[in-house]
């Protein structure tokens, strides 16, 4: 991908003055802000391929920052934080936040998301017009990202709906952890062996009654199937 832009919004001044370099040294065009009100403000004027957004942000903490960018775009967002209570991610993640990191982080480690994204990006561009994936009582449309399960619209984060595009592109094809990790994710993703785990379980949850239609293969991964008539 071409043109790639990053708005960093980042308020402590050394974090941001390494990053940055490093980021215009792998090539992409970067955008810094030190508060959230001036974050929303280069997010509508640059329009960025992705955002690296702090939590803890004067003016506009990172999650109103979240908030109001997820009311009129998918653009993708990582948070750079140093909080790391489960509750507070797991409720970053359902408001639509793509990824994570805790601070302090390796420089390496934060490239590896933004290349892991910036292919999901890539693979999404190159899908057609026509593409749909329907199994049982589930429908994904691929250009707008709208997912149904039994004619009713359910939202999902954007690793969700990731992980249930992988699912629902071999349904019926059991698909390892590892193998789910390495496409929706990325092979260089450095993070906790049960993420994978963690997302069937929000996935289950919405489907609702359909929840069955996602089968645990003890010990290796998931697939699709339709339940057995005595489940």
């Not at 370099?21 to 929303?40: C, H, I, M, R, T």
Request: charged share 30%; with cysteine; proline share 3%.
């Amino acid at each position: 991908m071409k043109d790639i832009k990053i708005l960093l919004v980042e308020d402590e001044e050394s974090l941001a003055s390494f990053i940055q370099p490093e980021l215009e040294l792998e090539g992409y065009s970067v955008f810094w802000a030190q508060n959230g009100k001036d974050g929303l403000e280069l997010f509508k004027k640059e329009k960025p391929t992705l955002i690296l957004l702090d939590w803890m942000l004067p003016i506009y903490d990172g999650i109103t920052v979240l908030r109001r960018i997820r009311k009129v775009s998918d653009v993708p967002i990582i948070m750079l934080t140093a909080r790391n209570q489960a509750s507070d991610i797991s409720n970053a993640l359902d408001q639509g936040l793509d990824d994570y990191m805790t601070k302090p982080f390796e420089i390496e480690e934060l490239f590896a998301r933004i290349r892991v994204i910036l292919r999901r990006l890539e693979r999404e561009k190159k899908q057609t017009i026509s593409s749909n994936l329907e199994f049982s009582a589930l429908k994904i449309d691929l250009i707008s990202h709208k997912f149904w399960c039994d004619g009713k619209e359910i939202y999902l984060t954007p690793k969700e709906y990731a992980l249930m595009c992988e699912l629902m592109n071999d349904p019926e094809k059991v698909k390892s952890r590892d193998e789910l990790l390495d496409i929706v994710w990325g092979y260089d993703f450095v993070g906790q062996t049960n993420t994978v785990d963690v997302y069937v379980r929000a996935l289950r949850t919405k489907l609702g009654t359909y929840r069955n239609l996602i089968k645990t293969m003890r010990s290796y991964g998931y697939c699709l199937r339709k339940p057995d008539d005595n489940e």
